[in-house]
């Protein structure tokens, strides 16, 4: 089992393959708030979201203070596949359909803007990461020559023509393969976005963050979790960030770039939840043509390489997504490397298994801006699978709204703007989907605690008692908590691969010792017994 420092470093109990080649231990480390203080701008996380704002502000001389509640990058972008597209998740076609033609284009501009962006900065500050520019191929998931295989091609053709007309570079190859696909399975005929690209995330975030240290207007506080944003009223220019050590930030403008903001509803009541499945898998260098690789099934596919030694580079594919705290891994892994073993021959070993988590916005554009009824606190969140772009699109439309620049893609990622007719299906069918969630009131996990195996965890739920998170760890010791999930009130699920606790409603998770890793819940769960009580101390002390 990982030692509670684990959890400070990554939000599960396995490892992304980053750190493979960027350890924990080469992170920059920041101490403790330990006292009131006042800056231009307090930023809420430190993962791209919030180490992109930080980067643009400082860069335009503002004082920045940015806190996180655990280490820098202990959340989904260190847990990324890393890959930089403008071949969105949320079609071009279907975002034409529900905001109109020049939200595509704002779209469409903004995330080939940002791949390019993050390389001119590792090129600027001389950040070694692996950044390249590389085609993105979208393909069929069905065999040529089918009727299936010919639709979603069509389909891919129109996505293009969409693409194409908002200013994308895209072509159609008909017969087209990836070199190095040696396979008997027949996939050809690829839609073509040029110019993608592709990087190593944490060397990329690690070498702005030690620019940022050097820079005299910029601070960051560690293990300082922020409980509460104030703004003293709809006109005053003053905010206060509390943190759960009792410390005050006021600041003029606070930014929550915490993966979701640490609210009840609004903007979190518009977004499904979901975890994701990655392998890195060796293939001999040079086999396969650099590029990134999608299919077309649902969930699909995700491709991309990065390196891993002289002799190997690594596959890293992704897919296998399901609601947060409503299913287990059950053969994802195993299904992922079966994919890619029966289309590169030449795959070697597994070397590294994790799993991350989507924020998908219902009417499948980004929220970046000013959050609902406020007048200088700022959200970026609803990645729809694309959180590094949207991280460094969030650095430059925050700091050109705080500063009073025009940007002409505020608007289609405004956090106020009403979701299209069109999605309020969707919107009503999640609902009552992730309502029924709260039957997990009337259901027990495990029968009884002897029947947990060490290192594992299951809600107990008795009709005398509250519902019980319990873990027993390694050495057989058995930690309680409350199973009830902070934020709204649901009955956590065990995440056996990553050893934490699920809310299978808006998403929220917990460590194996009750610690918050994401929110929207904004504290951990309530030890339940002197066990759970120390080893929940020990974590958060780590």
């Not at 430190?46 to 203070?65: D, F, H, N, Q």
């Not at 997504?321 to 409503?326: A, E, M, T, Y």
Request: with cysteine; net charge negative.
């Amino acid at each position: 089992m990982a030692p509670p420092q684990h959890l400070m470093d990554t939000s599960g109990e396995t490892d992304a393959v980053w750190v493979h080649k960027e350890p924990y231990s080469n992170r920059p480390q920041f101490s403790r708030l330990t006292k009131d203080l006042e800056t231009e701008v307090c930023i809420i996380g430190a993962g791209i979201s919030g180490i992109s704002t930080a980067y643009e502000l400082v860069s335009r001389g503002v004082k920045v203070a940015m806190i996180e509640a655990r280490e820098v990058l202990s959340g989904e972008s260190g847990r990324t596949s890393g890959h930089l597209s403008s071949a969105l998740d949320g079609s071009y076609v279907d975002i034409a359909k529900k905001h109109g033609k020049e939200a595509a284009k704002d779209a469409g501009e903004s995330h080939q803007w940002a791949l390019g962006h993050i390389g001119e900065i590792s090129k600027q500050l001389s950040i070694e990461c692996e950044y390249r520019r590389c085609p993105d191929y979208e393909i069929s998931q069905h065999l040529k020559g089918t009727k299936e295989h010919e639709e979603e091609m069509k389909i891919l053709q129109e996505e293009l023509k969409v693409a194409k007309e908002i200013g994308l570079p895209v072509s159609y190859r008909p017969d087209g393969v990836v070199k190095g696909w040696d396979g008997k399975i027949d996939q050809r005929d690829i839609a073509v976005f040029e110019e993608n690209a592709t990087f190593h995330p944490t060397q990329y975030l690690v070498g702005i963050l030690k620019w940022l240290t050097k820079q005299p207007n910029f601070e960051c506080y560690t293990h300082t979790r922020m409980i509460s944003i104030e703004e003293k009223s709809l006109l005053s220019k003053e905010v206060c960030v509390s943190t759960l050590d009792g410390h005050t930030i006021t600041c003029k403008d606070a930014v929550e770039a915490t993966c979701i903001p640490l609210q009840k509803l609004s903007i979190v009541a518009q977004m499904e939840y979901y975890r994701t499945y990655c392998i890195a898998i060796r293939v001999p260098k040079g086999s396969i043509e650099d590029c990134l690789i999608n299919d077309q099934a649902d969930p699909y596919h995700y491709v991309r390489f990065t390196a891993c030694d002289e002799k190997d580079d690594y596959l890293v594919i992704g897919g296998g997504d399901h609601k947060v705290g409503q299913d287990q891994e059950n053969g994802r892994f195993v299904e992922l490397e079966a994919w890619v073993r029966d289309r590169f021959t030449q795959a070697g070993s597994v070397d590294y298994k994790w799993s991350g988590q989507i924020f998908d916005s219902v009417d499948m554009m980004h929220f970046i801006g000013l959050n609902q009824g406020k007048s200088h606190t700022y959200v970026i969140t609803g990645d729809t699978g694309h959180g590094l772009t949207m991280g460094v699109i969030a650095g430059k439309l925050i700091v050109d709204l705080i500063q009073g620049v025009k940007n002409t893609w505020a608007e289609a990622y405004s956090p106020k703007r009403l979701p299209p007719l069109s999605t309020i299906p969707s919107m009503i069918a999640h609902d009552l989907q992730i309502n029924t969630q709260y039957k997990r009131f009337f259901q027990s996990d495990i029968p009884d605690i002897e029947s947990l195996s060490l290192g594992s965890g299951g809600v107990l739920n008795s009709i005398t008692s509250k519902p019980l998170a319990v873990y027993k760890d390694g050495e057989g010791e058995v930690h309680k908590f409350s199973a009830i999930c902070p934020h709204l009130q649901a009955v956590v699920m065990w995440n056996d691969t990553e050893k934490s606790w699920d809310c299978p409603v808006h998403g929220s998770r917990f460590s194996k010792d009750g610690v918050q890793i994401c929110g929207p819940a904004k504290v951990g769960l309530t030890p339940a017994d002197e066990a759970g009580k120390a080893s929940q101390a020990q974590a958060i002390k780590a």
